[in-house]
């Protein structure tokens, strides 16, 4: 999988702008009603980078910023390209930490959020189809824990089953 591919797949899930006030990423505190709403472009959070002008932010340098902060945090270019994908998607959407203990659950590791190589020797024993379906099933469940889930599960969901035919997608060209 390369870097330019998954984000491609992933920004489209991300869309343009949001300024949704129920959504605590669109405040710079990370609370609803926290500091200011500044919104959400590209996926790029205030709450995360609150220094970051959101109005100019052009897609270029969002796709900067995914590198650097979510595909190298990840460490994309090491893991099979379906799985990559799920977990870069997971990282822009809840974190990078929040991420890699996902991939560590699904793997049956130590979940300290640390992507190191024990986590990467238990990742190459799994099969990727059976890897991906349990990363998958440990995002809906952290996403279900939230209590914003009311609210935005939904379309949570919908991103979460999205991720999934792509990944299968990519899956079975690796296959062919």
Known sequence: MSFDRAFKLV???EGE???DPRDPGNWT???VG???LKGTRWGIASHVYPEVDLNTLTLEQAKEIYRLDYWDKILGELLPAAVALV???CAVNQGTHRAIRCLQAAVG???DGILGPRTLGAISSFPESLLIERFLAE???HYASLPTF???GRGWMRRLFGMCLEAKEIENADVV
């Open 87 to 89: 977990v870069f998607d």
């Open 17 to 19: 702008w949001s300024t």
């Open 109 to 111: 590791a130590k979940q």
């Open 34 to 36: 926290g500091g200011e």
């Open 11 to 13: 920004v489209e899930r």
């Open 29 to 31: 505190a990370g609370v």
């Open 139 to 141: 995002r809906a469940l």
């Open 150 to 152: 009311p609210t935005f």
